[in-house]
């Protein structure tokens, strides 16, 4: 065993020396490199550029239209209301004294009855265009005095008053209806808005 190992020695000490001497007869070569030179021809590129003509635009900005004329002073406007139930609304301001759970006065029964009706924004697109029209709203009076779910049955013309009218509708206060001495809900009231303009 000890006779294999030591063989195996010897041989490797010899490969690696012999690979050695000839690394060293590699790189030690005697002779010194020459010099070719260059071989060929040089060409040099030069690139013309062509003159080229400059075109100058004029471009002028188109000047801006002239803004609309701002429509003429109007009339203020008269707005009408008239409402089924018999009362009319007009633009006084009407004060009514409330309690503290907001109710009317319930001492006997009796129909409901308006206490406050707010007259209604003239809507702009309408007064610029002297326009004129009106809308019949119908709604709920409730057990409090005020008005819910107003809805719109007939605008004339359409498109123009509708919003005005529910929003001023919703400003409105009743006295409620009373049976037995309780006040109860009334559904289907009718009111119709008229929205005109004054002469002056």
């Known amino acids: 065993m000890a006779l294999r190992y030591s063989v195996a020695i010897a041989l490797g000490a010899i490969a690696t020396f012999g690979l050695l001497m000839l690394m060293r007869a590699v790189i030690a070569d005697p002779q010194p490199a020459q010099d070719t030179g260059i071989k060929g021809e040089v060409l040099d590129f030069v690139r013309l550029v062509q003159d080229r003509e400059v075109i100058i635009k004029d471009r002028q900005l188109k000047p801006p239209p002239p803004p609309d004329e701002p429509p ?5 406007p ?3 209301t008239d409402a089924t139930i018999g009362a009319e609304i ?3 301001q009407v004060n009514v004294d409330f309690d503290a759970g907001g109710l009317a006065d319930f001492s006997g029964d009796g129909e ?4 406050v009706k ?3 924004i003239y809507p702009r697109r309408a007064l610029t265009r002297n326009i004129e029209g009106y ?3 119908e709604f ?7 008005v819910r779910d107003p809805v719109v049955i007939e605008a004339k013309p359409p498109g123009f008053f509708e919003r005005a009218a529910v929003q001023a509708a919703l ?9 037995d001495n309780e006040p109860v809900e009334v559904s289907g009231v009718r009111n119709r808005i008229v929205f005109e303009m004054s002469d002056e």
């Open 78 to 80: 008269d707005i009408n």
């Open 72 to 76: 003429p002073n109007q009339p203020r």
């Open 118 to 120: 707010v007259a209604p």
């Open 135 to 137: 809308v019949l709203l």
């Open 171 to 179: 400003k409105f206060k009743y006295k409620p209806k009373v049976i």
């Open 140 to 146: 709920v009076v409730t057990s409090t005095g005020a």
């Open 90 to 92: 007009t633009n006084v």
């Open 112 to 115: 409901y009855l308006p206490i």
